[in-house]
């Protein structure tokens, strides 16, 4: 269930009790995701300090964030390997649905560890 509050989305569960996640973290976390190749090219063409900062915290949010395999995958696809939503979804053999809620349920797990 969840309730808008200014800024806040508060998430309860019986299993972690009441998440407080910040829509700005899952704003910043989807711009990373889609900005990742630029982000990438900051980093190896340009020598961008803080593009290897902003590929770091991602990449140790998404480790810590605890994502199942589907949820993994449907990101490595759809953001990694530039695949839309539809052609992941055949990929892994779901539904176009069922990759946009895998997303949605990463990017809000991933959110929690920034």
Same mark, same amino acid.
Request: glycine share 2%; aromatic share 8%; net charge positive.
């Given at each position: #269930? ?5 800024? #806040? ?7 972690? %009790?009441?998440?407080?996640?910040? +829509?700005?973290?899952?704003?910043? @976390? ?16 340009? %020598?961008?300090?803080?593009? *290897? @900062? ?8 998404? +480790?810590?964030?605890?994502? *199942?395999?589907? /949820?993994? *995958? ?5 953001? @990694?390997?530039? #695949?839309? /939503? ?5 990929? #892994? %053999?779901?539904? /176009?649905?069922?990759?946009? *809620? ?13």
């Amino acid at each position: #269930m969840c309730f808008y509050e200014s800024q #806040m989305c508060f998430y309860e569960s019986p299993a972690r %009790g009441r998440d407080y996640i910040s +829509n700005r973290n899952k704003r910043k @976390v989807i711009s990373l995701l889609n900005n990742i190749h630029r982000i990438a090219e900051r980093q190896y063409l340009k %020598g961008d300090y803080s593009a *290897t @900062v902003e590929l770091i915290d991602l990449e140790r949010a998404i +480790n810590k964030a605890e994502l *199942t395999e589907k /949820q993994r *995958t449907a990101l490595l696809l759809v953001y @990694v390997e530039d #695949m839309d /939503q539809a052609e992941a979804a055949r990929k #892994m %053999g779901v539904s /176009q649905q069922a990759v946009s *809620t895998y997303i949605s349920n990463a990017v809000r797990k991933v959110a929690r560890e920034l």
